[in-house]
């Protein structure tokens, strides 16, 4: 069995074109771990290079009244605001997704999973609440 030889070179755009790969991929992993472990590297980077800049008006908010008595709980993926017996539901955007009728004055607030109970201290009522469905004991 005879082995062949390769006699040819490389030509040298092959082998530029491979120096250049290589220090690509040596910077861009520079620039990982840079980015993973400095975090003024990181922040000046996310500002400049990728433009990341979060501001006030990017944030979502809910818009409270202070003069009021409000109950703020949260539980699954919403966001619940209870006053003047209204029961409101906000998602994670700060939009109000809905509401409900709620008859409670001095609430006590319980969750598991993505239901939401609501019963009155000292009271009757009782409000099991799940995406939307209310079911109601007294």
């Known amino acids: 069995m005879k082995i062949l030889k390769f006699k040819g070179k490389m030509s040298l755009k092959n082998k530029i074109l491979i120096v250049i790969a290589i220090l ?11 980015y993973a472990v400095n975090e ?5 980077i996310n500002i400049n290079i990728l433009r990341k800049e ?14 009021k008595t409000q109950y703020i709980y949260a539980y699954d993926k919403y966001i619940t605001i ?8 906000y998602n994670g955007y700060g939009s109000k997704d809905y509401e ?5 004055s001095n609430p006590i607030f319980d969750t598991s999973g ?3 109970l609501i019963a009155e201290n000292s009271g009757q009522n ?11 004991a007294k």
């Open 82 to 89: 209870l006053c003047n017996g209204k029961l409101e539901m």
């Open 100 to 104: 409900l009728d709620v008859n409670v």
């Open 24 to 34: 690509i991929v040596i910077a861009g992993i520079s620039v990982g771990v840079i």
């Open 40 to 44: 003024e590297a990181r922040n000046w």
């Open 126 to 136: 009782v409000y099991l609440i799940s995406e939307r469905k209310n079911s109601v």
């Open 54 to 67: 979060i501001t006030e008006e990017d944030v979502a908010t809910i818009q409270l009244d202070v003069d």
């Open 114 to 116: 993505s239901y939401l």
